[in-house]
């Protein structure tokens, strides 16, 4: 009697890729970049680097009591308060890139009687919200736009910028520049870079009308706050809304494997998010929340399905960006994605990375390990050589 033949049920029929070998590069992929932050000097330069921002800001703009701004997941880069938010490595300077994004709260509301809603997505800040404002906002004006406090803001951080010593400067400052409504300082070591993001925010306490699922969040964790802030990101003086706040909490309750899949994608898909017109990596973040709310929790803990949550992630945006629509999912009606004329070349993108993700977690991985060489010759690339050879997963 014929046996039946017993079926690759580990196979990934798009990409022919083996789950077990993308489940390793992901882990790879995960070692390399702690690995990455191991080094003597990381933590150090790091704290030099933040130092620096907060000193610079506080000459432009009152520090609030413990200098914790809230910063937002995927905004220009990536980010949460104060932590490594993106890993990014760069085999032509052979160093890796560490970005924050910081929301500095410009204006502080109790609430939202200075603001008027112009859609699901944005509002309209009062011209009174901002009292007393610097003479570059005109009297006259009805509303504060986005432009008039990133045109204080920029240009106020741009003058205390020239007046830096750069003998006096603990890192190399290899930028300072406006960027669109944000200000974006480079600095860097011998083998890192650091960037800031710095994003003039509009702070106002409680929800916004319409606001759904947050308050579930709030009630099971005290410390998370119960309030929205205004993004410079909107057409015709308009603020886009976001939750930064809440959803820093939201990323900490993630399990492991759940975290790992989105700094993967987020590593695989980086510069193509962050290109000029693109939504940024904040897609990735809000696509992952949504696959949360129709799998089962016991799915999404397991950690050998994170390859398939991986190569499903993939797939989900390519087809939002093919549609051209992306639902935020605390604000019924609103649409990341609207008016975006890159979805078709974004999916294009997107679709190549899934039809090869193991080519592109090798790129991201084989990157990293030049980067870590490179930056410590001595005892860095001694422990990787051992760890190379005790590793079975690293691909050749």
Not at 102 to 130: D, E, F, K, M
Request: net charge neutral; proline share 8%; glycine share 8%.
């Amino acid at each position: 009697m014929a046996v039946r033949a017993r079926p690759l049920t580990d196979l990934d029929f798009c990409s022919g890729s083996r789950i077990e070998e993308l489940n390793k590069l992901l882990e790879e992929l995960e070692r390399r970049q702690s690995i990455a932050l191991q080094g003597k000097d990381v933590l150090h330069t790091c704290l030099q680097a933040k130092d620096l921002v907060f000193n610079l800001i506080a000459r432009v703009h009152p520090l609030t009591l413990h200098n914790a701004f809230p910063a937002l997941y995927g905004g220009p880069v990536s980010g949460s308060r104060m932590c490594v938010l993106q890993i990014r490595f760069g085999p032509s300077t052979l160093k890796f890139l560490i970005s924050y994004t910081l929301l500095v709260p410009i204006i502080r509301l109790p609430s939202s009687l200075h603001l008027s809603q112009s859609s699901p997505c944005h509002y309209l800040v009062g011209r009174s919200a901002w009292d007393p404002a610097p003479p570059v906002v005109g009297a006259g004006t009805v509303h504060v736009s986005p432009y008039d406090v990133s045109l204080w803001f920029n240009s106020s951080l741009l003058s205390e910028v020239s007046h830096l010593s750069e003998s006096s400067l603990p890192l190399s400052l290899e930028r300072a520049e406006p960027w669109g409504n944000c200000f974006s300082i480079l600095l860097s070591s011998q083998s890192l870079s650091i960037r800031f993001d710095l994003v003039p925010v509009v702070e106002v306490q409680g929800w916004p009308p319409g606001v759904q699922y947050l308050d579930e969040w709030v009630a099971e964790d005290s410390e998370a706050p119960k309030l929205f802030h205004l993004l410079p990101w909107g057409a015709g003086g308009q603020w886009r809304v976001g939750f930064p706040g809440v959803e820093l909490y939201m990323r900490r309750c993630l399990h492991p494997a759940l975290s790992l899949v989105l700094r993967a994608s987020t590593a695989v898909l980086g510069q193509i998010l962050q290109q000029n017109g693109a939504p940024g990596p904040y897609v990735v973040w809000v696509t992952l929340l949504q696959a949360c709310q129709r799998l089962p929790r016991g799915y999404l803990s397991q950690g050998h399905n994170a390859a398939l949550c991986f190569l499903g992630l993939l797939e989900e945006l390519s087809h939002l960006f093919l549609r051209g629509s992306c639902p935020n999912p605390f604000l019924p009606g609103c649409d990341l994605l609207l008016g975006s004329t890159r979805g078709p070349s974004l999916a294009r993108h997107v679709s190549e990375v899934r039809a090869h993700p193991a080519r592109y977690l090798r790129a991201v991985i084989r990157e990293a390990k030049e980067v870590v060489k490179a930056g410590d010759k001595g005892e860095r690339e001694e422990i990787e050589e051992k760890e190379e050879r005790g590793s079975g997963c690293y691909p050749s």
